[in-house]
């Protein structure tokens, strides 16, 4: 079965560093690229990044650049978005999905990581 | 490329039709259109009905259509099951991904 499992639930603080995973199964890792999404409490989805495989090229939003970073390991087919220095915005649920290139809807979506910031 | 869905909400009941709209602010392509149609239930992930503007995701039942092309798309679900009451989001992937604000079909 093709899927995306994503990391459990995560609780911090404002300034606190945090690395959330999308591991993939069930297909080959390096066919499909991986995005990452926000969606804040009631609100839509925003698009924060994405990467292939394939070469482990990376791309960040603007709107996410220098906030997030998002890597990947191969070996273990895992997608990877961290947080050196977290703040209360980012409380939200991040979603990966996959997609078959930049030019492709995204067909499947992790379960979401619901992440909340306080003090 | 900034994309409006209306309506906000849509209230309907089991059976009816149902027509969702989104306008994106520029053309999307000149070759294709480089749009898809997705739903969210509460406590849920978004799933892919539509994309390429017309064309059902895998496993996504025949009541559901897409339709449309350059800046003007139209999601809709006729004979309305209980499980489609849910929010739809639009979405273009031309270039960096963007999503309509979303429509909520409720009861």
């Known amino acids: 079965e093709v899927q995306l499992v994503q990391s459990g639930a995560e609780v911090k603080k404002p300034g606190e560093s945090l690395r959330i995973s999308c591991k993939a199964s069930?297909?080959?890792?390096?066919?499909?690229?991986i995005t990452w999404l926000r969606q804040m409490p009631g609100k839509g989805l925003e698009w924060m990044g994405r990467?292939?495989?394939?070469?482990?090229?990376?791309y960040h939003s603007p709107a996410f650049e220098g906030h997030v970073t998002i890597s990947l390991d191969k070996s273990t087919t895992t997608a990877f978005l961290q947080w050196n220095s977290l703040k209360a915005s980012d409380t939200a649920i991040y979603y990966c999905?996959?997609?078959?290139?930049?030019?492709?809807?995204?067909?499947?979506w992790g379960q979401g990581t619901m992440v909340t910031v306080s003090s | 490329i900034v994309l409006t869905q209306s309506p906000d909400t849509l209230s309907l009941s089991p059976g009816d039709r149902a027509t969702l709209s989104c306008r994106a602010s520029?053309?999307?392509?000149?070759?294709?259109?480089?749009f898809a149609w997705y739903q969210q239930r509460p406590g849920q992930a978004p799933r892919l009905l539509i994309y390429?503007?017309?064309t059902r995701a895998t496993g996504i039942p025949d009541r559901f259509s897409g339709s449309g092309s350059g800046t003007d798309f139209t999601l809709t679900i006729t004979r309305l099951e209980p499980e489609d009451f849910a929010v739809y989001y639009c979405?273009?992937?031309?270039?960096?991904?963007?999503f309509g604000p979303g429509t909520k079909v409720d009861i």
């Open positions: 990467t292939d495989p394939s070469d482990s090229y990376i």
């Open positions: 999905a996959r997609h078959y290139s930049s030019l492709h809807a995204f067909d499947i």
């Open positions: 069930g297909y080959d890792f390096t066919t499909y690229w």
């Open positions: 390429d503007a017309s």
């Open positions: 979405q273009q992937y031309g270039g960096s991904p963007t």
């Open positions: 520029q053309r999307l392509s000149t070759s294709k259109d480089y």
